[in-house]
């Protein structure tokens, strides 16, 4: 059983930059590919940005690409999203998903556990 817990959400102007964390529990962190995805009030959850369980694999969404950066540090249990310039279409509910395999999915029936959510809210 893997636990996550999303933190760095928040206000900021459009143009700016915030960090998300992921922390996980469990001591198999380093086997599981993770997501980002976010959720935006009447819209479905959509993928944001995906990693294998290495790090070596990446994929992003298309209207972020250039903008945000997804990371891990297995060593910390750790997930990142550095999500810079901002846009107020990027206001969301962020959630945090982990799977049980190293491949990183686009798809929000792939992933197993998930995270309890942070706002992010970017204002004109």
């Known amino acids: 059983q893997v636990q996550l817990v999303e933190s760095g959400g928040g206000l900021v102007q459009a143009g700016g930059s915030l960090r998300l964390s992921c922390a996980a529990s469990?001591?198999?962190?380093?086997?599981?590919?993770m997501a980002w995805f976010r959720q935006a009030p009447g819209k479905e959850r959509e993928a944001v940005a995906a990693?294998?369980?290495?790090?070596?694999?990446?994929s992003y969404r298309d209207s972020v690409q250039g903008r945000f950066t997804i990371s891990r540090d297995n060593a910390k249990n750790t997930v990142y999203l550095q999500m810079n310039s901002l846009k107020p279409e990027d206001t969301a509910v962020y959630y945090c998903a982990g799977r049980t395999g190293q491949d990183a999915k686009w798809n929000v029936m792939e992933y197993d556990y998930w995270g309890q959510g942070t706002q992010v809210t970017v204002s004109a």
């Open positions: 469990g001591r198999t962190f380093s086997s599981y590919a």
């Open positions: 990693i294998s369980w290495s790090g070596g694999d990446i």
